[in-house]
């Protein structure tokens, strides 16, 4: 079956710091791939995806290569701020059963605190 | 532009009971997908909704049901509540179900089971 697997958390940062969350994936056909944040008391918002091999997505500072030869996804951001600090799930997106139907895994979830 | 509504915001029940969650899609997107997250966890698919019907379902038993109406919204029932069903509940839309597109989540229902 399909799995994700994040980087053990929480991560605590300074402002300002390089930030890098690990994803890695496992999957039966060829998935899109997914970074959702999870502000405190909210739903989950998309932060970005990649649907091929390659691609890179990118919001708001962040970016993530989607790479099929290391099954990975890892998030990262060159200057992280408070307003970052939340909790970021890393997903993947896959054919079930022969058909496209787009049921989304996740991983576990990583909490981020920055301060400044 | 709405998005993903969903109600109530939150919710108390004690075991043995039955509760609806409701959940209003995304202006535009046609597919209702429901989740379920326990605290600290990931969420997890429970099912989904395309056409009325329900297109795909996750390990959960048949005490989870659900519907979804010709204006696209849907509702989550839950019968014979157990301590463990405690957990956020997220509806999340697109339009179409296919791997591509991206789901919008609403920011869910918080269940707590007495």
């Known amino acids: 079956g399909n799995s994700v697997t994040q980087m053990e958390g929480p991560v605590t940062l300074s402002e300002e710091a390089f930030l890098t969350i690990n994803c890695t994936y496992t999957a039966t056909g060829y998935p899109s791939l997914f970074w959702y944040v999870q502000y405190p008391g909210e739903g989950l918002q998309l932060l970005l995806k990649a649907t091929k091999a390659d691609d890179k997505g990118s919001n708001k500072g962040f970016e993530a290569t989607y790479r099929k030869e290391t099954t990975s996804f890892h998030l990262e951001k060159g200057s992280v701020q408070v307003s970052d600090s939340a909790v970021y799930f890393c997903a993947l997106s896959d054919r079930a059963g022969g058909t496209s139907y787009g049921k989304l895994t996740f991983g576990q979830g990583t909490i981020l605190t920055v301060h400044p | 532009d709405a998005g993903v509504t969903q109600s109530p915001t939150h919710l108390i029940k004690t075991r043995g009971q039955q509760v609806t969650l409701r959940c209003s899609p995304k202006?535009?997107?046609?597919?209702v997908s429901w989740y379920q997250q326990a605290l600290g966890q990931g969420p997890q698919f429970i099912f989904q909704?395309?056409?009325?019907?329900?297109?795909q379902r996750g390990n959960f038993p048949d005490r989870f049901s659900g519907h979804q109406f010709p204006n696209y919204s849907s509702e989550l029932n839950v019968n014979a509540l157990l301590l463990g069903d405690s957990a956020l509940y997220l509806c999340?839309?697109?339009f179409g179900s296919g791997i591509y597109q991206p789901q919008h989540f609403g920011d869910g229902t918080r269940l707590s089971i007495l």
């Open positions: 202006s535009g997107h046609d597919t």
């Open positions: 909704y395309y056409e009325e019907e329900e297109r």
């Open positions: 999340a839309s697109s």
